[in-house]
């Protein structure tokens, strides 16, 4: 492990930390907090190395995740959320990861995976409409991997149910502005987005549970560790490690406010038997 990535972000805490406050003035991820990150590699971290990523240890990926978050919670959320999409797409056909990184290898995945949409059967493909909720950092994304259920040509879901996971682009789908208004966390900008009657092709729809069991890694050749480990313990890491570190971020901010704090008897807090510091 290099910790490269980390060491750029600790290099830029402060301007994370002060874009912070700006992402949650307006609703969502700062241009330069993203700009940042793309100069930084925050979300090609479990990218293969042979579109430009690092190939990242996940624990490296969650230490760094946590320490992002710490600064910059919104900013931290997004590179959980958004850095695990190309190690999924890492193992998609071929086809797919070169149109979605041929061009950019930087190039940011938004999603949810919640079966918002419906995937009807036509030739050579998906005719795919449906809406998402909380699209994290959707904003700075020119893709999408989004939930869907197969169905039959009469549109129909399937039955027993299937579920999919379609790779689309940001042209290919909506961003509703207005669907994002929190208390916490509204510089993540998980907006809701649409998708009305889109063409998929065959080779950019993945079937959730071939995702689940491997079938998918092992049917595009993939051999490298990283993209052996299991999605149950791949998909959670990115929200499991934000959350520390958006906690971590707030607990030494209570620190340091307590650490100057006089309480009404003209005591400092710190020095306060009563208080546990």
């Known amino acids: 492990m290099t910790y490269e990535v980390l060491n750029r972000v600790d290099a830029m ?27 930084a590699g925050s979300i090609k971290m479990l990218q293969p190395k042979q579109y430009g990523g690092h190939e990242a240890h996940p624990r490296e990926f969650a230490e760094t995740v946590m320490r992002t978050a710490s600064l910059n919670p919104s900013a931290g959320w997004i590179h959980g959320i958004v850095g695990v999409h190309p190690w999924q797409l890492a193992f998609a056909d071929p086809r797919a990861q070169e149109e979605v990184w ?4 930087n190039t940011w ?19 795919f409409s449906g809406r998402w909720q909380f699209s994290s950092g959707t904003d700075h994304c020119d893709w999408a991997f989004l939930g869907a259920l197969a169905c039959t040509p009469d549109g129909k879901p399937e039955e027993p149910m299937r579920m999919l996971h379609v790779i689309i682009p940001r042209t290919d789908y909506t ?3 207005d669907s994002w208004d929190t208390m ?24 959730c549970d071939e995702v689940i069991d491997g079938t998918a890694v092992r049917r595009y050749g993939r051999t ?13 890491l990115g929200i499991t490690s934000a959350t520390v570190g958006i906690a971590e971020g707030m607990v030494h901010h209570a620190e340091v406010y307590q650490g100057d704090r006089i309480n009404a008897q003209g005591t400092a807090i710190k020095d306060d038997p009563y208080t546990l510091f």
């Open 102 to 105: 041929g061009e950019d290898d």
């Open 13 to 39: 805490a402060d301007e994370l930390f002060i874009e912070g406050e700006q992402a949650e003035r307006i609703g969502k991820l700062a241009d330069e907090t993203a700009k940042r990150m793309k100069e």
């Open 175 to 177: 961003i509703i502005e």
């Open 224 to 236: 490298e560790t990283l993209y052996l480990m299991p999605w149950s313990t791949m998909f959670p």
């Open 184 to 207: 916490g966390l509204r510089g993540t900008g998980s907006k809701d987005v649409v998708v009305e009657n889109a063409f998929v092709p065959d080779y950019r729809v993945m079937d």
């Open 109 to 127: 995945m938004a999603s949810p995976y919640m079966p918002g949409g419906l995937c009807v059967p036509v030739d050579g493909g998906y005719t």
